[in-house]
């Protein structure tokens, strides 16, 4: 295997690398409230006092969907082919005290996923880019599910 | 409130190559003229709405008055996500209810592009990530919102089915819609799952039209018409922190009410009237469970009984609460800035008795309508003859 320079979608949106990855949020020392991305502002007490604070790494599954057509491209960063597109999951994952949050589902089956499941955040690549970088994402994985763990 | 509606007007819902979005929102405007009997230049203002003036693409719609005549009028242009027509209406009705103007003209359209709405995220001050990453989808929300309000309240897919057939089935019997064939239920359970669990034939798409109305101080609307319809109630309303909305990367563990839920109560408590009392409703049905939860959202049923009363027909045409008689937009489409303005138009024809084929059965005296959008706006009017 060649080596592969991987890079984040983002900045500032997971811990990484890590052997354990975890979603940076913000939180506001005013109210609690826990927002992600990480911002300066808090939207629950109209408060400016926000400080960084990391989600935990395992959390439950709240809501989700499947992706069953191409979305268009921009805004999305890849330019499927709908003969070779194959729908992926997205949802919403409630991490206890903190907040829901939105990402993918690395299970596209909807049938695998059930809300209350077992969740947990980890970092794949999301495409490969022209120069060979490897373009990393958060994602949530059910706990449990085969090579998971 | 003391507004009224003398003129309706509305272009076709659809798709229509070689006609502009002004093309559109003139012909809506003139109809509407028409209908009051009232001419362009004794209209003393206008509000305009569209969502294409912003995303690019899209007229302003203040330049129609080089099409409708150069006369100095003062004319607003409005966008506001999904409750642009009713935003447009309600600074409409502001204007009048203040004592600014006397009559003018409140016009909306827009001319989509194919497919679903692909937004910039930074439109919606969200980094572009999220759209990196496959997530800016209007559509991935709705059937999110529906697959956990399912599981907390017991709607059934057959109840998804029933509203998606009762639209296509209203849309056969307007011939302004863009989807004029029923389809069965079986048929739209048996469609492509575009998000799952809502199929191809359970969501509206973007579209093109337009539609206007001719709006004046209450007291005045005898000359132009014998049959106005009052504007009692009108709100437009932002989210509340907590509210499940559309292009959230979070949502904060407690829960807060849907923008709809302030909009409607708001709307109620101005016409003096309540939920129990409307006879006929158009509501935002982006898709099936749209159309359901808005039903709660609104105050006609609580959580959870919608999967009753859809079962049993109490929302078609000849039931104890028609909603979409149209077709809503599942059959209609969503042309943003002329949505809304369907929605009134519709209820003027039903309580006008003017509806033909798809008129609700006795003599309806009370209409509601309700637009919901991003990023967490919802839009009532409450109308009564």
């Known amino acids: 295997m060649p080596a592969t320079t991987q890079s984040p979608v983002a900045p500032g949106l997971f811990t990484w690398p890590s052997e354990a990855p975890q979603l940076i949020g913000s939180r506001c020392r005013d109210c609690g409230v826990m927002t992600f991305p990480a911002q300066s502002d808090c939207p629950g007490c109209t408060g400016d006092g926000m400080e960084e604070s990391l989600f935990d790494r395992r959390g439950t599954l709240w809501t989700f969907t499947t992706q069953g057509f191409v979305p268009k491209s921009p805004p999305y960063s890849i330019k499927e082919d709908p003969a070779t597109f194959v729908p992926y999951a997205v949802g919403y994952v409630e991490f206890a005290g903190q907040a829901r949050v939105e990402g993918r589902i690395l299970e596209n089956d909807p049938d695998k996923l059930a809300i209350g499941m077992d969740m947990e955040v980890v970092v794949v690549p999301l495409r490969v880019d022209e120069d060979g970088t490897e373009i990393m994402t958060y994602a949530f994985r059910p706990v449990g599910e085969a090579g998971g763990g | ?385």
Not at chain 2, 219 to 245: C, K, L, M, N
Not at chain 2, 287 to 311: K, L, R, V, W, Y
Not at chain 2, 351 to 375: E, M
Request: net charge negative.
């Open chain 2, 1 to 385: 409130m003391d507004v009224a509606i003398v003129g309706i007007g509305l272009h076709p819902f659809g798709r229509f190559d070689g006609v502009s979005d002004l093309d559109m929102g003139v012909f809506a405007a003139r109809q509407a003229l028409r209908d009051a009997g009232v001419a362009w230049g004794d209209l003393q203002f206008a509000v305009g709405g569209s969502l294409g003036q912003t995303l690019g693409g899209g007229a302003s719609p203040d330049t129609m008055v080089s099409r409708l005549g150069l006369t100095g009028l003062q004319f607003i242009n409005v966008s506001n996500g999904c409750a642009t027509a009713g935003s447009a209406l309600a600074m409409a009705c502001n204007s009048i209810q203040a004592g600014v103007f006397d009559v003018g003209l409140v016009v909306g359209f827009d001319k989509h592009a194919r497919g679903a709405f692909d937004p910039d995220p930074a439109s919606l001050g969200l980094g572009q990530w999220y759209g990196d990453v496959g997530m800016m989808l209007t559509t991935q929300f709705f059937a999110m919102k529906i697959n956990r309000y399912m599981h907390d309240f017991g709607i059934t897919r057959s109840t998804l089915a029933k509203v998606a057939a009762k639209a296509f089935r209203n849309g056969s019997l307007n011939p302004n819609a863009w989807r004029q064939k029923p389809m069965s239920e079986e048929e739209i359970l048996a469609a492509p799952v575009l998000n799952y669990p809502l199929t191809q034939y359970m969501f509206c798409s973007p579209d093109e039209g337009a539609g206007a109305l001719v709006v004046c101080r209450a007291d005045q609307a005898h000359r132009y018409t014998d049959r106005p319809v009052f504007v009692q109630g009108i709100s437009v309303q932002t989210r509340q922190f907590g509210s499940f909305e559309v292009m959230a990367p979070w949502l904060p563990i407690e829960r807060g009410h849907a923008p709809t839920v302030d909009a409607a109560r708001k709307c109620f408590e101005m016409a003096g009237v309540g939920p129990a009392d409307v006879d006929v409703a158009q509501i935002q049905d982006s898709e099936s469970g749209a159309e359901i939860m808005h039903m709660a959202e609104n105050g006609f049923c609580e959580d959870g009984e919608q999967e009753a009363m859809i079962q049993a027909g109490e929302t078609e045409i000849g039931g104890r609460l028609p909603i979409n008689t149209d077709g809503g937009l599942i059959a209609n489409g969503e042309p943003i800035g002329a949505s809304g303005l369907r929605q009134i138009y519709e209820i003027v024809l039903q309580l006008r008795r003017d509806a033909g084929q798809r008129q609700v059965p006795g003599s309806p005296r009370v209409g509601y309508t309700q637009v919901y959008g991003a990023p967490g706006v919802g839009a009532c009017t409450l109308l009564t003859t």
